[in-house]
């Protein structure tokens, strides 16, 4: 892994520590640019809700259990217009 690869997952670091989860997985499907975020595993949601900036929320029993996060790729522009 190159050294710029490794900087940009360390900004990632305090973020992850401010999840009030102590497990995190994801995964990113490029072709329909939807990020899958999970909090357990095997999670089984059943039921969840669209917010209105494109974000499933997945729950099982009334917990959430992971975010559904809709046309992802736009959202990293956003963070470079605002520059963040």
Known sequence: MEAIEV???LTLV???LDV???RVWTAYDKEADV???NFKKPSHADDSELT????IIRYE??????????NASKRKSLKHRRGA
């Open 20 to 22: 009030p989860y102590s």
């Open 14 to 16: 305090p973020e992850l």
């Open 61 to 70: 029993k009334g917990e959430v259990i992971g975010f559904t996060i809709l």
């Open 7 to 9: 900087k940009k997952v």
């Open 35 to 37: 990020l899958y975020i």
């Open 52 to 55: 209105d900036d494109d974000v």
